[in-house]
């Protein structure tokens, strides 16, 4: 079974519809001219605008000293006009990227980092399992990265609803010793062909939230070959990526219930 995000995507649009009594408004920071983060942002704004959401795109330039960005940040935390902020990773290498997310307020921070929302990707990941009925109570779950956006809220979650999540990542000695292990690999390692048919078994399901480049196309962790052995797979594109925009629009959304509460 391949493991659509498309129809599941649909489904959160169908809800965040029902949910809509005030358009409020995302706030996106840009530093410099990330192409994979111009495309990304494209893609949001089409969506928010689908969905009669504001958007308004702050874009700075590579050379803005990371002050102002914390300067930013703190003035979109109390602009009324503003309900939700995601400053768009990657930032600037020598910026201190932690330092800047804990910026956002809690009640913006529709990333999820520190406020009290759920991470999109996770989010998403999650949303696939329960939408195909894959059930994961008392599954093995291997977890591939543990990045900020995918694996460590992913992890955290899990915990969080008793599941005991192994996490791994690329250079994991002896990384195909844990995949055999699992009944569900979700891979967010950005490493095109990670994961090969010799590291799962027949009735592994594969949620892929990786996400790279190679020979100019978009593509995630698992090899294609992989596809013809096991029993279920997320693909890239179209899988995970849809439910993520899908995930952080309800997010945005939700910051609507919050302050009129
Ligand atoms: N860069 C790639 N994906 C994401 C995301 O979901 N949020 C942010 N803030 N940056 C990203």
């Known amino acids: 079974m391949i493991l659509f995000g498309k129809p599941v995507a649909e489904n959160i649009y169908l809800q965040i519809k ?5 358009a409020p408004t995302l706030g996106v920071i840009l530093v410099g001219e990330d192409s994979s983060s111009v495309s990304y942002i494209k893609i949001k704004e ?8 504001g958007f308004q795109l702050f874009h700075l330039s590579g050379i803005t000293p990371e002050k102002k960005v914390t300067e930013l940040i703190r003035e979109l935390n109390v602009n009324k006009y503003i309900s ?16 800047i997310l804990k910026q956002i307020k809690g009640e913006k921070d529709v990333d999820g980092f520190y406020g009290s ?9 999650l949303e696939i399992l329960k939408f195909y009925k894959i059930n994961i109570k008392g599954k093995k779950i291997v977890i591939i990265g543990h990045g900020r956006l995918v ?3 992913l992890e955290k979650i899990l915990q969080g609803q008793g599941l005991k999540p192994v996490v791994c990542d690329s250079k994991t000695v ?12 979700v891979t967010a390692a950005g490493v095109p062909s990670l994961i090969k048919p010799e590291m799962v078994k027949a009735d592994t399901i594969i949620i892929d939230a990786g996400n790279s480049e190679a020979a100019g196309k978009i593509v995630g962790d698992v090899d ?3 596809y013809l052995k ?16 899908a995930c952080l629009m309800k997010n945005i959304v939700e910051t609507t219930k919050m302050s009129t509460s």
């Not at 939700?84 to 330092?99: C, R």
């Open 224 to 226: 294609s070959e992989v």
């Open 151 to 153: 694996g460590q809220p």
């Open 174 to 185: 002896d990384l195909k010793a844990k995949t055999l292990e699992a009944d569900i690999i």
């Open 84 to 99: 939700g902020i995601v400053v768009q990773l990657p930032l600037p290498p020598e910026f201190q990227t932690e330092k």
């Open 117 to 125: 929302f759920m991470a999109p990707t996770a989010q998403a990941i």
């Open 230 to 245: 096991i029993k279920a797979y997320s693909p890239v594109p179209g899988g995970v990526g849809p439910v993520t925009v």
């Open 18 to 22: 029902k949910d809509l009594k005030t």
């Open 46 to 53: 089409k969506k928010a605008a689908s969905l009669g959401l």
